[in-house]
């Protein structure tokens, strides 16, 4: 499989017109957007994906249903679609997709990453069994799902409880309110 070539951002998100090698933008730190796409379902229940082993930050944690790179000259909604495909063998289409906002993570890691992502968040409704879901291997381990009231309780004790990944409190509650405001209306 080739490298994703990727757009660099400013600062501020917006394009610079060039583009680099997903290993550069993370050696390098540029500013990049990021598909993220989190599946509910209709009585509350929110898919996990548990990272793989393999994975280079937080593996075998538990995050985001679905989350890949845009590459370059895509739109946010196309590699939803995309990544959606890849890491869970799901076909949805954009009219699945429900955008609730960007969400910035800046953040360096102790093994050289520099990760300076412009998180594009969506919220869909998961409308197969679990069962259906396949996950990509050295992207996704398992997956589950899990009660609002589980999550909550998870996120609360993430500071001792390597469950998720810890530095995502803030934006795993922006997720939570906008998946427990549209499942209760």
Not at 29 to 58: C, E, M, N, P, V
Not at 98 to 112: D, I, L
Not at 130 to 143: D, H, M
């Amino acid at each position: 499989m080739n490298e994703e070539i990727i757009d660099i951002l400013t600062k501020d998100g917006k394009r610079t017109g060039k583009t680099a090698l997903k290993s550069e933008i993370h050696s390098k730190g540029h500013y990049h957007k990021t598909a993220h796409i989190w599946f509910y379902t209709k009585d509350g229940k929110i898919l996990l994906s548990q990272r793989a082993a393999s994975k280079l930050i937080y593996p075998l944690l538990w995050d985001v249903s679905v989350a890949g790179h845009v590459d370059a000259g895509e739109t946010v909604e196309q590699a939803a679609i995309r990544e959606t495909k890849e890491e869970i063998s799901l076909d949805i289409s954009e009219k699945d997709l429900q955008k609730v906002g960007v969400f910035e993570c800046f953040q360096s890691y102790p093994n050289g990453i520099v990760d300076n992502e412009f998180h594009h968040i969506f919220i869909a409704e998961l409308k197969v069994p679990l069962e259906n879901l396949k996950p990509q291997p050295g992207e996704v381990e398992a997956f589950q799902l899990v009660t609002i009231n589980t999550f909550k309780s998870l996120l609360i004790n993430s500071d001792t409880l390597p469950y998720f990944v810890a530095s995502n409190r803030d934006y795993y509650k922006k997720v939570l309110k906008e998946i427990t405001m549209t499942t209760s209306s």
